[in-house]
């Protein structure tokens, strides 16, 4: 499994703006992905937002995203199917000889469209999101949350836990390697793997806690709680201004294709 | 000492379990023939922070959903946002909310089975919202939900129960 969703130095254009153009950027994104459930405008914002990364010079992280995105869109598109009927029926994936629920679950035409809307939408905020958090570092993202007067408990917390997934992650798989190095053994198949849980979810769990008690004191003798720690502040540059004109002329040119189709 | 040392382990705890349920969800076995209702670790965790946290425990649950929500991959297999809360295994994670109030209140209790009654309680109430939720939205009988939703999930929530309650046991 790959991490996800890490800092990465570098010293393109999305690691020289403002946080907050960025927040804007990714929010504007967001909202049009939202908006549009058009297949080409989707797609379009799909380039656009890559274009972007590749301009920041992020396209290697996200391209790695690619086959993770594959799975995920094959997912929703089943999901959907599943769950969502329109249009015209292709086939039933339950043939109607089984008793109690045969003849379910039919595919649908409306299904697997809105399934691959679906996914692209993902993908596009996915890739959003992901240049915002792979190219800003926590400190910065924390001082952006404080200038806009969040709560710096909420701030935090969202931030630590998201900065735990991937440390949590490498440490569970290198407790698991740890253990197989000692001769461990869980055995092949599903039971196996269960089995070979078990001697990694303790220490996983005894590590996590140790270190959120270390970080627990180091906030507090820090005073980040009490808004005594200087985090500094962070001003815009010209590079800002560029940023955000993209994302509004992105915006502009998504709105005037939904009205020349509508 | 500056503020309340409780009050920021509590802040980072939160965020540890929030993370620890993420991972959880990500080592899913998905059991054959039944692709619609995977089984994953994340309710392991929710009950160990349910142990660790007591009253708190609703935090990382709510943070965790929060987090979804916001479309970082955390839900299970990586997939993300509000259209997993809306699909057909949207009531498994929506019920981690109750699910962790449920199993804290029991948890801070030091009567004599009030840690198995926790735990039972914590799992009910994820089932009840999740079949609930899966029979709602894919328009399935309530029956054929609890056939599809619950049954084949009985003995691993009794394994992950047990084992939550051991390792409760040997967290200090």
């Known amino acids: 499994m790959q991490e996800i969703m890490q800092y990465i130095p570098g010293n393109g254009i999305f690691h020289r703006v403002h946080p907050l153009t960025k927040l804007l950027f990714t929010v504007i994104i967001v ?30 992280g996200l391209t790695e995203q690619i086959p993770l995105l594959l799975v995920l869109g094959v997912m929703l598109v089943l999901f959907t199917v599943l769950t969502m009927h329109g249009g015209e029926v292709l086939f039933t994936l339950i043939p109607a000889g089984i008793p109690l629920i045969g003849g379910g679950l039919p595919v649908t035409t409306g299904a697997l469209l809105f399934g691959t809307i679906l996914s692209l939408r993902f993908a596009v905020m996915l890739f959003a999101f992901q240049l915002l958090v792979v190219s800003t570092k926590p400190g ?18 969202f931030l630590i836990a998201l900065r735990f997934i991937p440390t949590l992650q490498r440490e ?8 197989l190095a000692r001769g461990y ?23 996590a806690l140790g270190k959120a008690d270390t970080l627990g004191l180091t906030i507090d003798m820090r005073g980040y709680r009490r808004g005594r720690a200087d985090t500094g502040t962070l001003s815009f540059g010209a590079l800002d201004g560029v940023v955000i004109l993209a994302a509004l002329a992105l915006a502009a040119i998504v709105a005037a294709t939904n009205i020349i189709l509508v | 000492m500056y503020g309340n040392i409780e009050y920021a382990r509590v802040l980072t705890k939160t965020a540890a379990f929030t993370a620890l349920i993420a991972i959880g969800g990500w080592i899913s076995i998905t059991i054959p023939f039944l692709p619609l209702v995977p089984f994953t670790l994340q ?3 929710l009950l160990l922070a349910a142990i660790v946290m007591k009253r708190y425990a609703v935090l990382p649950a709510a ?58 309680a914590a799992t009910i109430a994820i ?17 054929a939900a609890i056939m599809i939703g ?18 409760g046991k040997r967290i200090p």
Request: proline share 6%; hydrophobic share 55%.
């Open chain 1, 172 to 179: 569970g798989i290198r407790i698991s390697e740890a253990q």
């Open chain 2, 127 to 143: 089932y009840t919202i999740g079949i609930a939720w899966l029979s709602v939205s894919t328009g399935m009988p309530v029956f």
């Open chain 1, 31 to 60: 909202i049009l992905a939202v908006l549009t459930s058009d297949l080409l405008l989707l797609a379009f914002l799909l380039v656009a937002v890559f274009l972007a990364a590749w301009a920041g010079g992020l396209g290697r």
């Open chain 2, 63 to 120: 943070l965790y959903l929060l987090l979804g929500i916001c479309n970082f991959p955390v839900f299970h297999n990586g997939t993300a946002g509000i259209g997993v809360l809306l699909g057909p295994t949207g009531g498994y994670i929506i019920g981690f909310i109750p699910a962790a109030i449920i199993a804290g209140f029991f948890f801070e209790k030091s009567w004599k089975y009030s840690g198995i009654t926790g735990v039972v």
């Open chain 2, 150 to 167: 619950a049954i084949p999930f009985i003995p691993g929530d009794i394994l992950k129960s047990t084992a939550a309650l051991m390792i």
């Open chain 2, 43 to 45: 309710t392991l965790f």
């Open chain 1, 140 to 157: 910065e993202l924390v001082t952006t949350l404080r200038q806009l007067k969040m709560p710096i408990d909420y701030t935090l917390m």
């Open chain 1, 185 to 207: 053994a869980p055995g092949d198949g599903m039971m196996g793997k269960v089995r070979g849980l078990k001697p990694v979810i303790l220490p996983l769990i005894l590590n």
